[in-house]
């Protein structure tokens, strides 16, 4: 984690009320860069550990290390100090019931997701046995390659891309703004993100483990925030009240989504038309060209060598108009 990023975060534990956190060095790089350590809430004395570079701003880490138990092990065998080993040692002594639940793992690195992913943004060939039998041509990155070509540049402007993943189109939006950061709750996602930024020697850009619902920083620090085909994964109405909170005034918000259920237990679901009317009602203005028409842009993962998903996204963009009501 990049030192200079601690000053734009803030406790979870007080979410909508600011509440800096200090940085605790355990393990630093060039001086600039956090290896091991722990940032802490001065009021409370919340911890948030960072571990292989990777900050992990949630509101119960336990919970969190509960559903993959795998990692907890990893960590404290990388472990470069006492200090860390003595905090992940009592956390395990902590976790009484282990939470199985495959969600948590889908996206981990040994999970049937995580390839999928990286196959989309990074790793894909163009002589794929399925993308070579399209008729036009396409790649599966196409659509973040879309959505970062019809953003407007702000060289001084900060960028939020949520549920990031690997980080293609973070690295893509570090070119337009001058810092971007890039959230996602798998913590495999985001060590290989930041993996990939210190190759590239990339400086303005960093990701960190968070909950798209409860995002680590602070309110109207936002020119633009991106959130591609996670809205099927969390209650709709919470992560708008999130975006809007970090929006600054008339700042920007591009959404995509397959509107695809079956592979979530949410509840509370959204079609284009009711996703519409909820941001309006939640203090967005919609772009013109989206607020009735739906978009049908494709979209692809690669599952196995036999298996791929093939969706059609809706792609909409709407501006921070006013602060949230129903």
């Not at 200079?4 to 979870?12: E, F, G, K, N, Y």
């Not at 790793?123 to 070579?132: A, E, I, K, M, V």
């Not at 809007?244 to 989504?257: I, M, N």
């Not at 038309?273 to 939640?282: G, K, P």
């Amino acid at each position: 984690m990049k030192i200079q990023l601690t000053r734009h975060l803030a406790c979870v534990k007080h979410y909508g009320r600011s509440r800096n956190l200090s940085i605790d060095l355990l393990d630093s790089k060039n001086g600039n860069e956090c290896l091991e350590g722990f940032l802490k809430c001065e009021e409370c004395n919340q911890l948030y550990p960072v571990i292989d570079g990777v900050a992990l701003l949630l509101e119960d880490v336990a919970e969190y290390i509960s559903s993959r138990p795998f990692l907890l092990g990893k960590w404290i065998l990388s472990s470069k100090t006492s200090a860390m080993k003595e905090y992940l040692k009592g956390m395990s002594s902590t976790l009484t019931e282990l939470n199985k639940s495959q969600g948590n793992n889908l996206y981990e690195v040994d999970g049937p997701l995580y390839e999928s992913y990286n196959w989309a943004q990074f790793d894909f060939d163009s002589n794929d046995r399925f993308l070579s039998l399209l008729k036009h041509k396409l790649y599966p990155n196409d659509l973040y390659n879309r959505v970062v070509h019809s953003t407007l540049t702000n060289l001084d402007g900060a960028a939020l891309d949520l549920g990031c993943s690997s980080g293609y189109a973070a690295f893509l939006l570090a070119k337009k703004f001058a810092f971007v950061i890039g959230v996602d709750l798998s913590f495999s996602f985001i060590s290989e993100a930041r993996r990939r930024m210190t190759s590239l020697r990339q400086g303005n850009l960093d990701f960190v483990v968070a909950d798209c619902i409860m995002p680590p920083f602070l309110p109207n620090k936002f020119d633009l925030v991106i959130a591609l085909n996670i809205i099927e994964f969390m209650d709709a109405e919470q992560l708008l009240d999130s975006i809007h909170r970090l929006l600054k005034e008339d700042g920007e918000v591009a959404f995509s989504s397959p509107y695809d259920y079956n592979r979530t237990q949410q509840v509370n679901r959204v079609n284009p038309q009711s996703f519409r009317q909820l941001l309006q009602r939640s203090g967005f203005r919609i772009g013109s060209k989206y607020i009735t028409g739906e978009s049908f842009l494709p979209w692809t993962l690669k599952i196995n060598e036999r298996t791929y998903l093939f969706y059609y996204v809706d792609y909409l963009r709407a501006r921070k108009a006013s602060k949230a009501r129903r």
